[in-house]
């Protein structure tokens, strides 16, 4: 079975940046989705985006539309999620999933915390 590995998180300002990084452990197959989620502390994890590893078409939850960027490099089985304008409530432990159907929880990573200061 696949392993998911994600890197990337950090502390960031208010109006910062950040990437993150979510390594297979094994090539990908065309019809795998990448997907991210997120968990603030005392909240449910909730979805984030994804993106089709054949197709690279994209989904984004309403929340972070226009500020975050979900993108896969086949070549070196990765996906990213690049994260701009941060607020204060894009704080939380990000995790990066995979599966084969829409929105993908098959394969999930050990997460990587974000943490946007004020």
């Known amino acids: 079975q696949v392993q998911l590995v994600e890197s990337g998180g950090g502390l960031v300002q208010v109006g910062g940046s950040l990437r993150l990084s979510c390594t297979a452990s094994?090539?990908?197959?065309?019809?795998?989705?990448w997907g991210w989620y997120r968990q603030a502390p005392g909240k449910e994890r909730e979805f984030v985006a994804a993106i089709r590893q054949g197709t690279g078409r994209t989904y984004y939850a309403d929340s972070v539309k226009g500020g975050f960027t979900v993108s896969k490099d086949s070549a070196k089985n990765t996906a990213s999620l690049q994260m701009s304008d941060l607020k204060s409530e894009d704080t939380a432990v990000y995790y990066c999933a995979g599966g084969s159907s829409y929105p993908p929880q098959s394969t999930w990573g050990q997460g990587t915390q974000v943490t946007v200061s004020s």
């Open positions: 094994e090539r990908i197959y065309s019809s795998y989705i």
